[in-house]
């Protein structure tokens, strides 16, 4: 497995704004995920961010409301760009290991 | 497309008692299926997995789920819960061809009383 660490652990933002989360892996990996997970709900998949090259985003994402970086095989952000209460979510990344995904402590957001 | 059913959404049992949670999945071949777990406020850990092979396979804090391909299910026990086993629990599938697609149910709120 691996060890994934998020930051910011939460936040509390105003409408407009934009906050980047970040993800850190102790070992190199080819596939990172990011999710969405509204209060109550399941976690639904917003991208998939491969090292070297463009994120792809699923059906109701877009990367101009989500910008995802991925710099290198331990690392990726993820943006929440012009933030409404709508937003307000825990954003959790992954990252693939033999075929299983291991997921970050997530990020709690919370857009007033 | 695959997809993933946990038709109880919250179930309560007593401490020492035995659990089990139901997940069924779609597919049209056999999937990779997953169990995870979300204590309040955490992420998602592990339990356990199914590949292949052997139809029950086992994982943490004395979990196990049993793979039933006739039934497209793969449902999740604990012979005994203890009050730590409180979270919020989490059926999963992906294609076999490997795991870029993962689909999550809805989740089981599990709560344990005294």
């Known amino acids: 497995s691996a060890v994934i660490s998020q930051k910011p652990s939460r936040d509390i933002c105003q409408r407009g704004t934009s906050l980047t989360i970040q993800c850190q892996v102790d070992s190199q990996v080819t596939m990172m995920f990011w999710y969405r997970q509204q209060p109550g709900q399941s976690l639904t998949l917003i991208a998939t961010a491969n090292q070297g090259s463009e994120a792809t985003y699923e059906s109701g994402f877009v990367i101009d409301k989500f910008p995802i970086s991925r710099p290198n095989l331990t690392f990726s952000t993820l943006t929440v760009s012009n933030m409404s209460p709508e937003d307000s979510s825990i954003y959790l990344c992954?990252?693939?290991?033999?075929?299983?995904?291991?997921f970050g402590p997530g990020t709690r957001l919370t857009v007033l | 497309a695959q997809s993933v059913t946990q038709p109880d959404i919250h179930i309560t049992v007593s401490e020492g008692a035995s659990l089990e949670l139901r997940c069924n999945y779609s597919y049209g071949a056999t999937p990779y299926l997953f169990w995870y777990v979300q204590s309040p406020g955490q992420g998602l850990q592990l339990l356990l997995k199914y590949f292949s092979g052997d139809t029950l396979v086992q994982g943490i804090k004395g979990f196990e789920a049993e793979f039933k391909r006739s039934q497209s299910s793969f449902n999740l026990r604990k012979p005994s819960v203890h009050w730590s086993d409180a979270a919020e629990y989490f059926c999963?599938?992906?294609?076999?061809?490997?795991?870029?697609?993962?689909?999550f149910g809805t989740g089981t709120r599990l709560t344990i009383i005294p």
């Open positions: 992954s990252v693939e290991f033999w075929d299983t995904q291991y």
């Open positions: 999963a599938v992906a294609p076999n061809f490997g795991n870029e697609k993962l689909t």
